[in-house]
């Protein structure tokens, strides 16, 4: 059974771990992330990768990283929460440990370790779609990564849902991602909390009842716990994410999507909303298969499992 090393570095944190042929993570690690100096990201990498050496033989090493990467899977060419530019980062790894070193986008890594080893496992293609603060994805048609020409395809997050729409941290104007993410639901739980009291009341006892104190934990523990205007915040951006599925359907048309990142796991007051709109919008819905809308299963390790497993097949 070989061993390769998936290692996922974030803004806040850079966890890695030792993964089998089986995507299963042997022994894992974290540490902080020193996001705003590259040396020392470098550094804390080549510390994780060396103490897992000693708990197992490693034969290559898979970093998912938030930013873009190359074509060729060994820079980092632009990484916003990382302060890296045109980063030769596979090759810095690749020659510090002796191991062949490959990087890939973080959301793309993950979407591989759910087609591979989790929610997605029985599919040829999918459309794995992450939403947290922001969206983000990975597409796999035919069983291959969809990387495009220069390796940034996936930002689905970026498809421009509404033309001079609310304002994006992109520079653009009506992203998927600013209305259908954990900052969008946050924005519409607030709002409906300042404009009928009575329909959040719930939620408004969760944040002392000042609407700024909303967070995204408590829209979800309300709406689970049937909160009116939590439940509409949830229905809000699952309409939008059910659109942004229809037109991604109406484009690739995979098999499945997967719901990943930290606002999938509210389960169903999200699942529902999105998968009805998704239906309700997907062209020619009454003439063809339609995919199904499944929640990712790998949870914070779906990173790791694909940089490690993408690490093995590249090499």
Known sequence: MTMTIGVDIGGTKIAAGLVDNNGNIVHMLRRPSPARDTTSVIATVLSLVAELQQTGEATAIGVGAAGFVNSTRDRVIFAPNLAWRDEPLGDQLARETGLPTIIENDA???????????AAKEYSSAAVITIGTGIGGGIILGGELLRGATGFAGEI????????????????????EVYSSGGALLRAARENARTDRERSAMLLDLAGGDPENITGLMVTEAAQAGCAGALDAFQEIGNWLGQGMADLGALLDPEVFVLAGGVSEAGSVLLTPATDAYRERLTASQYRQIAPVVLAELGNDAGIIGAADLARHHT
């Open 108 to 118: 793309n890594a993950a979407a591989w370790g759910e087609f591979r080893f989790g």
């Open 157 to 176: 997050g970026h498809l421009n849902m509404v033309a001079g729409g609310v304002p994006c941290g992109c520079g653009q104007r009506g992203c998927w």
